[in-house]
């Protein structure tokens, strides 16, 4: 068995415990981060392991800025 374990709140994992084999997906919700590099650790906890293992996994992105926006006047000739 395994849990996992994250505190960025910016990320939300579709489960936290299980049993392996099995897949955990990760979802980023943006809304009110600025533009900037984000990054996090997901920590893994497995104790049926003799004395306990974890593993951490990065997780990370970029909100980029918006490009300006360039407005030119149009004239007709």
């Given amino acids: 068995t395994w849990q996992a374990f994250e505190t960025a709140p910016w990320l ?5 415990s299980g049993a392996t084999i099995d897949q955990v997906t990760v979802t980023v919700d943006t809304t009110g981060l600025g533009p900037g590099v984000y990054s996090t650790n ?3 906890l497995t104790p049926d392991i003799p004395g306990g293992s974890s593993e951490a996994v990065t997780v990370g992105f ?7 926006r360039i407005f030119l006047p149009f004239t007709r000739h």
Avoid: A, V
């Fill in 62 to 68: 970029t909100i980029s800025p918006e490009l300006p």
């Fill in 42 to 44: 997901i920590l893994f």
């Fill in 12 to 16: 939300q994992l579709n489960k936290t």
